[in-house]
């Protein structure tokens, strides 16, 4: 029989989800307990397909225990962070499809160092329906079981709101924990509906004697899944606390921002133009002739998206939360303004429960894996006195050369739009000068490519003789600090270097330590403001055009990031100076804007899919430079390394598990697989 679990990939997983002290992580099963748990309903959908379990869950198969798990508060509560511990690992690499399936980050891996069955093989065409990577539907290859995500809440759910059951739980307790068992039941709807498009919605858990023909639900209508999920949200939104008073051992519960939030997310997506009025899958019906994508574009839905944003940002704004720019007192050393603007940006990322983070990931381990995030970022560093540390022993993600050139010119615009600034040729070598002392190593030769750059890549990107302040910098300035070398044979250090030449080195606590090779481990940031500032942005430009809430909220982005306003920059430094005038434009502006401000943070591929650009973006060489050059002029050579492609319309979609439809005679499977 075809080995249905890579085993390398469920032991690195036991070896790393691990309570740390003080992190709130939600366990109650352990790992191995859950992997044999999917292992065993893998083996009855191929050997059983006649049992009345589908691959959906939907039908309770732990009946005797279940009134065990809610005899008490305590056992209830277990019960509740069973429900959190689905949500995904969305920290590491090899599970995050928004991060490794993009075309910003590359990573070279020929001897498997790092898993070789997980979301990195998307890149090179290896999604298929016998076996699919990120299979959000039953849990396997490197992504959580959704569906029995769905059915624990509604397990949870039928117990906690009978008032029969949990004696000792009183009724303030009972709505919020009923709040947040529905957020985390529209949340995994949603992960679904993302990747699948028209779902099966499991509202309720079936009977254990349901007959056979209920078990096998079919989807819903793309438009009946999103009001669904809406609806769930306005529900959990309105039983839900403002924020966490308990710090202490409650980060990374559920919100009322975070509700909010995720439904302006959910909206934005389904107004979008893979889910409004796509023509391509107008054909799509389930096996009862009923359509499944509606194939009319409504402005009415952006509208909807921009009205579900704005009152999440309200709502961020009464609780205090605001752009982070590094506060007061932060550090004891001198520091640049140009430092200070860069560790704004850094931060928002990378500094633990910061001002501007709406939801950061704690549950299923997000923390624990924080470190193996960091360990494929950090660069290699020559500064005096100091020894050198192995900081990895796997290849590192390097974030690619088309990466690097999306970032905007120090005048705010895109490098082939500058009218002032020449980057026809990204490799000329150029010496840096004292006052590009805090970008680049003063007297150090360097591409054209890494002067003249907006604030955000120097405090996103590391590369060759680039400028890497950390918090133990050697002096009490940023006069001299740390700086890159990432040319072949110049170091002694044997830790490796990314493949393109580039670091993330926005996704490093700037706290880490080099000497002990401690990092600082951070909550993920699934939402944070500034993302949800650009999908305001986004939303209203779509449904109004250019009006002025949308220079507004873009600008605020950028005047943390250290640029001028889009007007100013467009107008005056830009070969298209009216390009912001137009919702077209202005739509292409957004776009750029998420892909920097949001780069290395999962987002971007599912940014590609739902605007239907994926198809023209992911079908491309990914390169970046001869990193084994020992000079500057052999370094600074473009080399390709991957020729990707991105089926259209097939790979919009992702694929369900042929079993799945042996098993579900109900279910069609998405077009083109």
Not at 153 to 173: A, G, R, Y
Not at 648 to 656: A, G, Q, V
Request: hydrophobic share 40%.
């Amino acid at each position: 029989m075809k080995k249905l679990i890579d085993m390398k990939h469920i032991n690195l997983k036991q070896e790393n989800l691990k309570k740390e002290p003080g992190q709130c992580l939600f366990f109650t099963w352990s790992t191995q307990a859950r992997y044999c748990m999917v292992l065993l309903s893998m083996l009855l959908i191929v050997f059983g397909s006649s049992c009345k379990k589908s691959f959906l869950d939907v039908v309770p198969d732990n009946v005797s225990t279940i009134a065990n798990a809610f005899a008490s508060k305590t056992e209830a509560e277990k019960y509740l962070f069973t429900c959190y511990n689905y949500l995904p690992i969305e920290v590491d690499p090899t599970f995050n499809v928004g991060l490794s399936a993009s075309d910003e980050v590359f990573v070279l891996d020929p001897a498997s160092h790092i898993r070789s069955t997980n979301v990195m093989r998307l890149i090179y065409g290896d999604q298929n329906t016998s076996d699919p990577i990120a299979n959000y539907m039953n849990g396997t290859r490197d992504a959580s079981a959704n569906y029995k995500a769905i059915r624990d809440c509604n397990v949870f759910l039928e117990n906690v709101t009978d008032p029969n059951k949990i004696p000792d739980l009183d009724i303030d307790t009972r709505v919020r924990w009923t709040a947040e068992a529905q957020f985390l039941k529209a949340f995994y709807h949603f992960i679904l509906f993302r990747a699948y498009g028209p779902i099966p919605v499991i509202d309720k858990n079936l009977p254990i004697d349901a007959p056979i023909d209920q078990i096998r639900v079919k989807r819903q209508p793309v438009d009946s899944v999103v009001n669904y999920i809406a609806n769930l949200l306005d529900a959990a939104a309105a039983n839900l606390p403002l924020t966490i008073n308990n710090s202490a051992s409650e980060l990374g519960r559920i919100t009322k921002p975070i509700a909010l939030s995720l439904k302006a997310r959910l909206l934005t997506t389904a107004a979008s133009p893979l889910f409004n009025g796509n023509s391509d899958y107008g054909s799509f019906k389930n096996k009862d002739g009923g359509a499944l994508f509606n194939p009319t574009y409504s402005v009415a839905k952006w509208q909807r998206a921009a009205d579900a944003c704005k009152a999440a940002i309200d709502l961020c704004a009464a609780q205090g939360i605001v752009l982070y720019t590094l506060p007061a007192g932060a550090t004891t050393n001198t520091l640049s303004d140009t430092t200070q603007v860069q560790l704004g940006i850094r931060n928002a990322m990378s500094e633990p429960w910061n001002s501007e983070l709406i939801w950061g990931l704690t549950a299923n381990n997000n923390i624990g894996f924080n470190s193996f995030l960091q360990s494929m970022a950090v660069g290699q560093f020559d500064f005096p006195n100091a020894v050198a540390s192995k900081t990895a022993n796997h290849p590192l993600l390097g974030p690619t050369l088309k990466m690097a050139r999306m970032f905007y010119t120090k005048n705010g615009v895109p490098i082939d739009e500058d009218k002032t600034l020449d980057f026809t040729n990204i490799a000329a070598l150029r010496t840096a000068v004292h006052a590009e002392r805090f970008y680049v190593k003063e007297g150090e030769v360097t591409a054209r490519l890494n002067f003249d750059r907006e604030p955000r890549y120097y405090a996103d990107l590391g590369f060759d003789r680039g400028i890497w302040y950390m918090a133990n910098s050697p002096s009490k300035s940023d006069e001299n600090t740390f700086w890159l070398m990432a040319r072949g044979g110049e170091t002694s250090q044997s830790s490796p270097v990314p493949v393109t030449g580039f670091y993330m080195k926005k996704d490093l606590n700037w706290h880490f330590d080099w000497n002990s090779v401690t990092y600082v481990p951070y909550p993920f940031p699934e939402i944070r403001l500034a993302d949800l500032y650009l999908l305001y942005a986004e939303a209203l430009n779509e449904a109004q055009g250019p009006v002025a809430d949308v220079y507004t909220y873009v600008n605020k982005v950028r005047t943390r990031a250290g640029l001028p306003s889009v007007q100013t920059s467009w107008a005056n430094f830009s070969t298209n100076p009216s390009k912001y005038t137009t919702q077209a434009g202005m739509r292409s502006i957004i776009q750029r804007e998420r892909a920097v401000e949001l780069c290395f943070e999962g987002q971007r591929y599912w940014d590609l899919v739902r605007w239907k650009t994926a198809g023209q973006e992911l079908n491309s060489n990914i390169t970046g430079w001869t990193v084994s050059g020992q000079t500057a002029d052999l370094y600074y050579r473009e080399v390709s390394f991957l020729s990707r492609h991105f089926l259209t319309p097939r790979d919009y979609l992702w694929p369900i598990q042929e079993n799945d439809l042996l098993v579900n005679q109900n279910l069609v499977q998405n077009p083109n697989w």
